[in-house]
């Protein structure tokens, strides 16, 4: 039999994740990692994607897992190889995807054990105590044996339940050592589930009841969704019950724009129509998302603090976490929403199509009505971020891929960039990390190689990423890059608008920022290069951009001054959203009891 032949451990590693549908290895060579790279590059299934650091590595495999929902897969060397991981490792944890990082490791009888001193291999760093807090699963191999078992292990536990990093640690010598797979003890899972809540058929009679109740409700959509592969089964739902739908980030493009039921983001940098919608519901269903506090705002109580509340998660934490913060919640519901929406297709709820017309009426007006009033606040002169985002939609080609980072450029996105059907939306949600887009995008490309690939980046978050432009044109990625260009960090110059006497420091050029010229930028890295600097010239240049089948940069200047328009200031409820509403017009809106709106909370 071939599986008694000897092998070696590095080749079985490679054979492990072409086993489990992975294609795409995004590593970067070192000497620890040298064997489990020539392994990748040897295996028919395989193959590698070089980045230029290992953090792009680790967004890059991120990425993928997300596009493709099966494992990502990156690879690093010891040392500051395996540290570099920790921005990318942190974007799948907090948004909960299974990707799988192999690190070199110095050999055994090089690592420091009970010395007591700091390090005794070339650059041995303790990598699996690091990420101990920010991984579901990290294991150092100590003996070639264990490799098959922790394997395993490492990506079952990444795969279950809420999802995540796992990390495995292969000294060197252990790497190039010859193993016997037939002798390899094998991981059985154990398949124990921490309950701490009622599952949905427990509670699906008190479902019914409040949704029936019910003349105010909102379906709020999360991430969740999109991990569970649930999308269709959520539309399903929201049109059987024809409830709105509002939309965290991580669910911006579950629905088209042109849904009846579209609400639009909702949350501190969300629509002011869509937190109206929220904050005056009278019955909320959450549905795979965590409402963390950009959702929610603060302090947490005051969120929708007038409606029935139903919250559908995985993680029994996650739901404890409301009493905690003082935030009622009237339905928990501990279930994965895949077996909640088969348990929604045995039937017994309701059929509401002709309910809550009304209240999508108001929903309406409401997006008018503040819509116009928060456009007469931006300004006067330059391209207006709302409007070039306006244009960019519409010339963003179907089926498109679109990876956003942070600051600014999500803030604008979300809010005012309409996603058509087929059009996916990735960011990441929870950690943010400036500088994620770019090699996000070139790990969504090798995902799906077929689709139109869009990367909107700030400048500031450009510069953390810069060097994966190289990485674009080795591969010849036709990458579409938006480049808002606005001098520095205006997410961090509009806080310091709120706190900090509008002096930017750290946020500017004259507070210590400089960039480069981008078009000497796109012709050093070979990328076709416009530029945008009015919205006049937005529909040409826009049709030049998707034209072209080559890597390009569109530097969109956007003035230094533009800020993120609607926004809640800390410390006031979403539905207070600055700048402020008239008071009278705000007042005449609510519909729920208003909080004291002359001061801050």
């Not at 965290?248 to 949350?267: E, K, Q, R, S």
């Not at 990423?465 to 110059?493: F, Q, W």
Request: with cysteine; glycine share 6%; aromatic share 10%.
């Amino acid at each position: 039999m071939v599986d008694e032949l000897p092998v070696k451990l590095s080749d079985y590693v490679a054979d492990f994740i072409a086993a489990q549908g992975t294609k795409c290895v995004f590593a970067v060579s070192g000497g620890a990692s040298l064997h489990l790279i020539h392994s990748v590059a040897n295996h028919a299934k395989l193959h590698y994607v070089c980045t230029h650091h290992e953090q792009s590595a680790a967004m890059s495999a991120d990425a993928y897992a997300r596009v493709t929902g099966n494992l990502g897969v990156a690879i690093a060397t010891s040392g500051p190889g395996a540290t570099n991981l920790i921005t990318g490792i942190c974007c799948s944890f907090y948004d909960s995807v299974p990707v799988l990082l192999v690190t070199g490791q110095v050999s055994t009888f090089r690592m420091v054990g009970d010395t007591g001193v700091r390090q005794i291999g070339f650059q041995e760093t303790p990598i699996t105590d690091i990420c101990q807090s920010i991984t579901k699963y990290a294991c150092q191999i100590r003996d070639s044996s264990q490799i098959r078992y922790e394997l395993e292990k490492a990506v079952y536990i990444s795969r279950s339940g809420r999802p995540g990093p796992v990390i495995i640690d292969i000294p060197d010598n252990l790497q190039r050592s010859q193993i016997s797979v037939a002798t390899l003890e094998k991981y059985t899972p154990d398949n124990f589930l921490l309950r701490k809540f009622p599952c949905f058929g427990d509670v699906k009679h008190k479902f019914v009841e409040l949704i029936t109740s019910s003349k105010r409700p909102v379906l709020i959509a999360g991430w969740g969704i999109h991990l569970s592969r649930t999308k269709s089964e959520f539309v399903k739902l929201a049109e059987l019950l024809n409830v709105p739908v509002a939309l965290t980030w991580g669910a911006a493009d579950i629905l088209p724009a042109d849904h009846p039921l579209y609400v639009g983001t909702f949350g501190t940098h969300g629509m002011r129509h869509a937190n109206f919608a929220v904050q005056n519901a009278d019955l909320i269903i959450s549905l795979g998302s965590r409402l963390d506090t950009k959702s929610t705002g603060s302090p947490i109580n005051t969120f929708s603090r007038g409606a029935k509340k139903i919250v559908v998660d995985i993680d029994p934490h996650e739901l404890g976490k409301f009493s905690y913060f003082g935030l009622d919640i009237d339905l928990l519901i501990q279930e994965d929403l895949v077996d909640f929406f088969r348990e929604i297709q045995k039937g017994d709820i309701p059929v509401l199509s002709d309910n809550h017309r009304d209240w999508i009426t108001i929903i309406s007006r409401w997006k008018q009505d503040f819509l116009s009033f928060d456009r007469r606040n931006v300004l006067p002169t330059g391209l207006d971020p709302y409007e070039f985002m306006d244009k960019l939609s519409i010339h963003t080609p179907d089926q498109s891929q679109v990876f956003v980072d942070t600051g600014c450029a999500i803030a604008w996105t979300m809010q005012n960039f309409r996603f058509s059907r087929g059009q996916r939306l990735f960011h990441d949600f929870n950690n943010t990390a400036m500088g994620w887009a770019l090699p996000a995008a070139i790990g969504g490309f090798f995902a799906r190689p077929d689709l139109p690939l869009v990367c909107i980046v700030g400048d500031g978050s450009l510069m953390m990423s810069l060097h994966e432009l190289a990485t674009v044109k080795h591969h010849r990625i036709p990458i579409k890059l938006i480049l808002l260009n606005n001098s520095g960090y205006s997410m961090i110059r509009q806080t310091q608008d709120q706190w900090l006497d509008s002096k930017y420091y750290a946020s500017s050029h004259e507070g210590g920022l400089s960039f480069p010229d981008y078009k000497a930028l796109a012709t050093a890295f070979g990328f076709d290069y416009v530029e945008i600097a009015c919205i006049e010239d937005c529909s040409e240049k826009m049709g030049t951009v998707f034209l072209s089948s080559d890597p390009l940069i569109c530097n969109v200047i956007i003035p230094p001054d533009a800020r993120v328009i609607p926004q809640v200031k800390f410390g006031r409820p979403n539905e207070d959203m600055e700048p402020l509403l008239p008071r009278d017009l705000f007042l005449r809106n609510m519909i729920v009891n208003p909080l004291d709106v002359s001061k801050s909370y």
